[in-house]
């Protein structure tokens, strides 16, 4: 049977990725590229008219609500789109024979690990999104229970905003900078995984579950940025270490939150690049479009 895909979220970092992964793998599916403006999924109604009306088999939802902060004072919204919009998506993947991939992150955990957290490690969310995440999760696996769930983390890529791009410009027009050195995670480019779920829905077997997918490695915000501009080339800005007590953020962040990958990597074969290779590819594509 031919996979016809529906990628919602697809303006979005990852959503822009899944396009860029299917355009060059032509002919391997049938690919819906939706995004609020064309689908919406909080519109219970119209998630289920496109799934029928689409013969959709398999639903990857890059569609979420991302602005950590802004969450924990926006709850009714953040809800509605990780949990509820989740729960449409998986009632109309149930009522027409679809299949699930979804996207959860990393602050599902609370940080207080000093291992990667596997997938069978207690979820203890610390902040509202992380809440709904988890939510969401939960949800999605109540109603569309051959769900796979993938956790990924720090997540950047050329499109929109993310913490590379936001380095390389401040790195830009700032003498000094202060970067928190104690939360410790892997950066994940979102090509790298959108790649794993090009892999996973055009794999012979669809194995359900939920999974760990980051870039390899582990590093502090504060040594990322170092890098960051040190690939980039970015000489004129002091970069120092601060600690998470002198950058108060609105949200409460983990600490540690590296993913340990070893399920993903023996279900589908999948070898994940080191965060640094990953990060050089995408700096350099942001350069050759300036
Ligand atoms: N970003 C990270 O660091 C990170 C880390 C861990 C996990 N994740 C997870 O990875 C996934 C992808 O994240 P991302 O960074 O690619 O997200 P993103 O760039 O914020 O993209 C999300 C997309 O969803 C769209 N959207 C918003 N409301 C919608 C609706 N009602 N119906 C349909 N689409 C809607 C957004 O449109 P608008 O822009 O117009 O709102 C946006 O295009 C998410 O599940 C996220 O939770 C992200």
């Known amino acids: 049977m031919p996979t016809n895909l529906l990628v919602t979220g697809a303006n979005g970092q990852l959503g822009n990725e899944m396009q860029r992964i ?13 995004d609020v403006d064309t689908l919406d999924i909080t ?28 969450a924990e004072d926006d709850t009714a919204l953040c809800t509605k789109l990780n949990v509820d919009a989740v729960v449409n998506l998986a009632k109309a993947a149930r009522n ?13 955990f609370d940080g207080y690990n000093c291992r990667p957290y596997e997938e069978t490690d207690e979820p203890n969310p610390k902040s509202v999104y992380g809440v709904t995440k988890l939510q969401g999760e939960r949800e999605l696996l109540k109603y569309a229970t051959d769900s796979i769930i993938v956790r990924t983390a720090w997540l950047y890529s050329p499109f929109g905003k993310n913490f590379v791009k936001t380095m390389l410009a401040l790195g830009e027009s700032r003498d ?10 892997t950066p994940t480019a979102a090509a790298d995984l959108a790649t794993a779920i090009f892999a996973i829905i055009t794999a012979d077997e669809w194995k359900p579950g939920i999974y760990h997918f980051s870039n390899e490695g ?21 970069v120092s270490p601060i600690k998470s007590k002198d950058y108060p953020t609105r949200a409460v962040r983990p600490f540690y939150s590296v993913l340990d990958k070893t399920k993903i990597k023996a279900a589908y074969g999948i070898t994940i690049p080191y965060w640094e290779e990953s990060l050089a590819r995408c700096i350099a594509e942001l350069k050759s479009c300036n």
């Open 22 to 34: 299917v355009a060059a793998n032509p002919g391997r599916v049938k690919a819906f590229f939706t």
């Open 43 to 70: 519109d219970a109604n119209a998630v289920e008219a496109f799934v029928q009306q689409h013969s959709i088999n398999v639903i990857v939802n890059c569609a979420a609500y991302t602005a950590v902060d802004r």
């Open 96 to 108: 027409h024979g679809a299949r699930v991939l979804h996207i959860s992150t990393d602050y599902v």
């Open 176 to 185: 000094t900078l202060s970067v928190v050195c104690d939360q410790v995670g």
């Open 218 to 238: 582990a590093i502090s915000w504060y040594d990322f940025t170092k890098a960051i501009h040190r690939i980039a080339r970015i000489s004129g800005c002091t």
